[in-house]
């Protein structure tokens, strides 16, 4: 079944505790990108890659990272949590083309206490 | 720079009635649309999305959305709402860039 796939689906977490959300694909996509969801603020974008080995920010990109060695694998790393990063976070992956639209992991909720 | 307006946070209808989700967007060049739906404690599905061709396109679910150029709009309708619509609806455009620039979000509300 093609998929994006997250990890874990639910996380609590204390500030400052390195952390790393997973997400994999396997339809062979170029694109894949990091969203997150916060309640009246909509899809906000944090990094996206447009293939191996090349990433760019989003819109919030302060205080993640992220890295692309292989095509399916793209994970956010948050090194130093802090509450504010408390959110709803997708991870989505597409092929490179415009008309083809996104397939969404299921989502990680983080909460940074 | 591109962008989309999705009107009303939040829109009920009852149960039977006319579904419209209202979606303006801005674009210098011609856009590709979308549509997607989130049910609860899920992730975004596409709902459906315009490319070239037929300006009426049709989604899963029963959904519709037209395509109107000269109103730069992208309605989703769907004739006759079920209990189980109740979800938030993205409207998004693409850019030049491959991304897509995201509407706010509307909620549906579904009253019995």
């Known amino acids: 079944e093609a998929q994006v796939t997250q990890n874990p689906r639910y996380l609590i977490t204390v500030t400052g505790k390195k952390l790393t959300v997973t997400c994999s694909q396997n339809m062979n996509h170029e694109y894949m990108s990091w969203y997150r969801q916060d309640p009246g603020l909509g899809l906000r974008q944090i990094y996206y890659?447009?293939?191996?080995?090349?990433?760019d920010k989003g819109d919030v990109p302060e205080g993640y990272k992220v890295s692309r060695k292989e095509k399916r694998n793209f994970p956010l790393i948050l090194e130093s949590p802090s509450p504010n990063q408390t959110s709803l976070y997708f991870c989505?992956?597409?092929?490179?083309?415009?008309?083809?639209?996104?397939?969404f992991g299921s989502g990680t909720r983080l909460t940074v206490v | 720079a591109q962008s989309v307006t999705q009107l009303g946070s939040h829109v009920s209808v009852s149960e039977g009635a006319l579904v419209l989700l209202r979606c303006n967007y801005s674009s210098s060049v011609p856009p590709y649309l979308f549509w997607y739906v989130q049910y609860p404690n899920q992730g975004l599905q596409l709902l459906l999305k315009?490319?070239?061709?037929a300006t009426l396109v049709k989604g899963i679910n029963g959904f519709e959305a037209e395509f109107k150029k000269s109103e730069t709009s992208f309605h989703l309708t769907k004739p006759s709402a079920h209990m189980s619509d109740a979800a938030e609806y993205f409207c998004?455009?693409?850019?030049?860039?491959?991304?897509?620039?995201w509407g706010a979000g509307t909620k549906l509300i579904i009253k019995p």
């Open positions: 890659s447009m293939n191996v080995e090349v990433t």
């Open positions: 989505a992956s597409s092929r490179i083309e415009t008309d083809y639209g996104y397939t």
């Open positions: 998004a455009v693409s850019d030049s860039n491959y991304q897509l620039i």
């Open positions: 315009y490319t070239t061709g």
